[in-house]
């Protein structure tokens, strides 16, 4: 399968500060990447949909100007938390989608991003 | 969007057990996959069923679509640590374009 990367894999800030978080398409082109949230013992939740070259679609409950998304080019999303707080400790999983008409794409999902915010 | 109920959300056997965890929807799945994550990593996909009715295994890992393609089950056969891990069941909207995931069901498999 096609490969997802993020970086850094694991991150520790300081309250108030802001983290950025890339997540790569390695072996393939991304129209659409994905950004979900995971809280401990709990199922991902989505947070946004990144459409390279244009604005992200954030779910409810999602604050655009805290999490702020770049899909600059086909391989490369970006997910920067804003002023973070201690309640935005969370494991952060990008996913990138191929290409294809309804049924032809598959996601891939990287292997996750650990912020801890003291 | 479609919401998909796991059961049970936690379940800790022996290793060599049998055992099955179920993804329920109020409303019929165009397509269902299954997905594994281990601690620290994510999620990867073990399976995708589209016809209703449709059996798929994986080695120890039975895969169901149920007739109405309403309900999936995952059945392990011989559970083995190595087996530990969430596993998540996910559909895809009716715009095909997105995933949503079910809850979780947690497996811990002990030696």
């Known amino acids: 399968g096609a490969v997802v990367s993020q970086h850094p894999s694991r991150v520790i800030c300081k309250s108030g500060t802001s983290v950025k978080i890339e997540c790569r398409s390695l072996d393939f082109q991304a129209t659409t990447m994905f950004w979900y949230r995971q809280f401990p013992k709990q199922s991902l939740m989505l947070m946004a949909t990144?459409?390279?070259?244009?604005?992200?679609?954030?779910e409810q409950g999602v604050e655009k100007d805290k999490f702020l998304i770049n899909h600059a080019s086909l391989t490369l999303s970006t997910l920067t938390v804003t002023s973070a707080h201690p309640e935005d400790s969370s494991f952060y999983i990008c996913s990138a989608r191929t290409g294809g008409g309804w049924g032809a794409y598959e996601q891939f999902f990287g292997p996750g991003t650990r912020l801890t915010v003291l | 969007t479609q919401l998909l109920e796991q059961s049970p959300q936690f379940l800790s056997i022996q290793e060599g057990e049998n055992l099955t965890v179920y993804c329920n929807s109020s409303s019929v799945f165009s397509s269902l996959q299954w997905y594994r994550q281990e601690p620290g990593e994510g999620p990867v996909l073990l399976v995708t069923v589209v016809t209703g009715g449709e059996v798929k295994k994986l080695k120890r890992l039975t895969f169901q679509f149920g007739d109405a393609r309403k309900d999936s089950s995952l059945h392990i056969t011989a559970a083995q640590p190595g087996d530990t891990g969430l596993y998540l069941c996910?559909?895809?909207?009716?715009?095909?374009?997105?995933?949503?995931f079910g809850g979780g069901t947690r497996l811990m498999v002990k030696p």
């Open positions: 990144s459409n390279e070259g244009s604005k992200a679609t954030y």
């Open positions: 996910a559909s895809r909207n009716n715009a095909g374009n997105m995933l949503t």
